[in-house]
């Protein structure tokens, strides 16, 4: 149990429809980053926030967007599903943005898009 | 650009040590991490390395890095089936805490 939870853990969407898939940080973690995992692959970073800001996106379409809240749970938004879409969405909080500062995963989002 | 590489699978007896290995290309990562994914788990962070070490040892696990010719190891000395995973090499990349992942390695462990 890492304390980072996220919902749902499973989706099914038509393509085209958006979607929002939502984390829960560990209690204190200030920053959020969120992943794309798809099968068979490595986790590719999205982007990441921290206290309320985005601070960093990687190579994501701008349909890709995401929130952080006052209480550091954070959303990803989706739109305009397509159907490489399908894959895992891990979220992971931290304490702080530093690379020595480890970051806790969730169990993920499994999407498939059909 | 960034890329890391790992072969995609590893069997090993129970009781054997594991080495899996990573490669991987932006010289400027300050840390390398592994991590371990089991079957409907998020990851878990094993271990890091900062990149003017080189080598890093945690009870069964032992981290060699060779910043020369951008490759890391995994050592995991006795080997036990709980051990069977998935196993990511990641690189930080960027200002941020922006992690790129390498593909991969299956660990099957045969009792």
């Known amino acids: ?72 749970s954070s959303e990803l938004n989706v739109n305009a599903l397509e159907l490489d879409d399908s894959a895992l969405y891990l979220c992971a909080s931290s304490l702080g943005r530093g690379f020595d500062t480890e970051a806790f995963f969730g169990q993920g989002t499994r999407l498939t898009v059909v | ?20 290995n990573c490669t991987y290309t932006d010289s400027s990562s300050t840390y390398l991490y592994w991590y371990k994914q089991e079957p ?16 890093k040892q945690d009870q069964r696990l032992t981290v060699l890095l060779n910043k020369k010719d951008k490759h890391l190891s995994l050592r995991i000395a006795d080997t036990q089936t709980g051990d069977s995973a998935i196993y990511f090499c990641a690189e930080d990349s960027g200002g941020y805490q922006k992690v790129t992942f390498g593909t991969g390695t299956k660990l099957q462990v045969i009792p």
């Open chain 2, 40 to 55: 409907g788990a998020g990851l878990q962070l094993l271990t890091y390395i900062f990149s003017n070490m080189d080598m």
């Open chain 1, 1 to 72: 149990e890492t304390g980072v939870t996220q919902s749902p853990t499973h989706l099914i969407k038509t393509r085209g429809q958006q979607v929002t898939l939502r984390c829960s940080s560990q209690s204190g973690h200030n920053t959020v980053s969120w992943y794309q995992q798809a099968l068979g692959q490595g986790p590719q970073f999205i982007f990441q926030y921290y206290r309320e800001e985005e601070n960093g996106r990687g190579n994501f379409p701008p349909r890709f967007s995401g929130l952080q809240f006052p209480n550091y």
């Open chain 2, 1 to 20: 650009g960034e890329d890391v590489e790992q072969s995609l699978f590893l069997s090993v007896r129970e009781g054997d040590s594991s080495v899996i």
